[in-house]
């Protein structure tokens, strides 16, 4: 078999791009994973104050 073989040809072009999705998929993960932890950090230090009050008083 050459390296011409069509469906060998396919299967590492899949092959690469699923790959680079997996890769690309862990990086987008790792993003909303800070994202959260960004979110979380702000809720919790909100905690305690009113943050409902219209004008704010510190």
């Known amino acids: 078999a050459s ?3 069509p ?3 396919s299967d590492s072009f899949i092959t690469n791009r699923l790959q ?3 890769e690309a ?3 987008v993960h790792q993003q909303l994973a ?3 932890a960004h979110k979380h950090k702000l ?3 909100s905690k ?3 943050t409902d009050l219209p004008g ?3």
């Open 3 to 5: 390296n011409r073989d």
């Open 7 to 9: 469906a060998k040809l």
């Open 20 to 22: 680079v999705l997996e």
């Open 25 to 27: 998929k862990s990086k």
């Open 34 to 36: 800070e994202v959260e």
């Open 43 to 45: 809720k919790s230090e």
């Open 48 to 50: 305690g104050r009113n």
């Open 56 to 58: 704010r008083l510190w």
